[in-house]
């Protein structure tokens, strides 16, 4: 006998009485490893109201706020860009001329395979040797464009290629050409069905602008490293902080969920109607 979803055989009364045990002695062990961590941080003075109150007064929790404004600016606008640099890079990379594929094919494997904090210190440190010289935001979103739009060309080139054929050949036979059959054929399904993947790409985007610290520039990290030094309470900042990134991707997790319903299979609650049968004596005599 089989579960609804058919993945994996539904469980006997022994292995959901092993389940549940385990489950109880996990979560018994998880309540002691937070009460353990939180006797430690009050035996080590980190829970006194002195550390606390510094964050809930109106100029540090503003200067917080700024910094997410920033980081959401960054996220926004280094998403933009890598979808439209991965969109580009994919297509290429599935050109037919291969003076366009191969170059786009070693534009995607090189940014792929870079760190991207090797990729901001290029940015910073290499290109003033060179004598060019770009402003801070752009120091920081353009590697991460590079980084995310390496990612998000590899999505496309999958999405495209997972596309029935037939619907290229449909596409030919009515007359349009290839050009024409990516915009008004395949992109358009690609992208409904990478709706999810798009806004995974906005939370990585948000993650990385966190490399803010490095090039000094004001995003929520770097504003609450500033608030730590300043107040003396580095731990405490950086679990607001934490909080409030956990809060902002959860919410864009929820977002790509909800994308991503339309698309599911719905369960039935009702048993289908018996499908009636053929005899095979009918079967024979047709």
Not at 131 to 157: D, K, M, N, Q, Y
Request: net charge positive; hydrophobic share 50%; glycine share 6%.
């Amino acid at each position: 006998m089989t579960s609804d979803t058919g993945l994996f055989d539904e469980l006997g009364p022994k292995a959901r009485k092993r389940l549940r045990i385990a489950t109880v002695v996990s979560v018994v062990v998880l309540i002691g490893l937070i009460a353990g961590a939180v006797a430690q941080l009050a035996h080590v003075q980190q829970l006194t109201a002195r550390l606390w109150e510094p964050l809930i007064q109106w100029p540090n929790l503003r200067y917080l706020l700024d910094g997410l404004l920033t980081t959401l600016e960054i996220g926004l606008v280094a998403a933009a860009l890598s979808l439209v640099f991965g969109t580009l890079s994919g297509l290429g990379r599935l050109s037919s001329h291969r003076w366009l594929s191969l170059p786009c094919a070693a534009a995607v494997e090189l940014f792929r395979a870079i760190p991207l904090i090797l990729l901001v210190y290029f940015f910073l440190i290499g290109l003033p040797t060179f004598g060019w010289s770009l402003p801070t935001f752009w120091v920081l979103t353009i590697p991460i464009v590079l980084h995310a739009g390496a990612v998000f060309a590899e999505i496309v080139r999958a999405g495209v290629n997972s596309l029935d054929r037939g619907q290229f050949d449909a596409a030919a036979a009515i007359g349009l050409r290839r050009g024409q059959t990516m915009r008004l054929v395949v992109l358009p399904q690609v992208f409904r069905a990478l709706r999810p993947a798009l806004v995974t790409q906005v939370i990585r985007t948000l993650k990385e602008s966190s490399l803010g610290y490095v090039v000094s520039y004001p995003e929520l990290l770097r504003n609450g490293q500033v608030i730590g030094e300043y107040n003396a309470n580095f731990l405490q900042t950086y679990a607001l902080t934490a909080v409030i990134y956990i809060v902002i991707n959860f919410g864009l997790s929820r977002i790509a969920d909800l994308l991503d319903r339309p698309r599911r299979p719905r369960r039935t609650t009702a048993a289908s109607p018996a499908v009636p049968t053929v005899p095979s004596e009918t079967l024979s005599l047709r």
